[in-house]
């Protein structure tokens, strides 16, 4: 799989799931672990791991520029 879940936390302490991209080596979306702005939605283990799914679902074809 090329995007993967990845616990990380930042410097205050506060804790997010980041989307990782093994090929590039980076992080490409992040999810706070708990609903900070309390609207119920995009937060958590289950928000990130349906996008890592997604975008593993997706066919995505590098540019040229990007693989030099």
Avoid at 26 to 38: A, M
């Amino acid at each position: 799989m090329r995007f993967i879940v990845k616990p990380s936390t930042d410097r205050d302490g506060t804790e997010y799931f980041d989307v990782f991209d093994t090929v590039k080596d980076e992080t490409v979306s992040w999810y706070s672990k708990l609903d900070t702005d309390s609207s119920g939605m995009n937060f958590g283990l289950p928000a990130a791991e349906e996008d890592a799914a997604y975008m593993n679902s997706l066919e995505i074809v590098e540019s040229p520029m990007e693989v030099l």
